[in-house]
């Protein structure tokens, strides 16, 4: 069983910023591809973004110029760097490792936007 373990979410104010990451086993990061995902009450889980072992992103077109997606495969660390912050962010982040058809899922985060 993979470990994926998301930290850094919270409350912010609307326009606020916070960066979420992720960390697990060495062998994942050196070769999974990587990604964030939320899900909102109500709603299905959605993609936010993702980044391969070269670094290659894509995102989200709701969060395309605010989120920045990177890793530290040194540090088995993935993070999620989130400015301008609006209410519809208000979800659940999780972090994903896939690779070969399987999928690694955290257990999430929770982030809340506040007006």
């Known amino acids: 069983q993979v470990q994926l373990v998301e930290s850094g979410g919270g409350l912010v104010q609307a326009g606020g910023s916070l960066r979420l990451s992720c960390t697990g086993p060495r062998s994942i990061f050196e070769i999974f591809t990587m990604g964030w995902y939320r899900q909102a009450p109500g709603k299905q889980r959605e993609l936010v973004a993702t980044?391969?072992?070269?670094?290659?992103?894509n995102y989200a077109d709701s969060v395309k110029g605010r989120f920045t997606i990177s890793r530290d495969n040194a540090k088995n660390t993935l993070y999620l760097q989130m400015y301008t912050l609006s209410l519809e962010d208000t979800a659940v982040y999780y972090c994903?490792?896939?690779?070969?058809?399987?999928?690694?899922w955290g257990q999430g985060t929770q982030v809340t936007v506040s007006s």
């Open positions: 994903k490792a896939s690779k070969w058809g399987v999928d690694h």
């Open positions: 980044i391969t072992t070269g670094g290659s992103t």
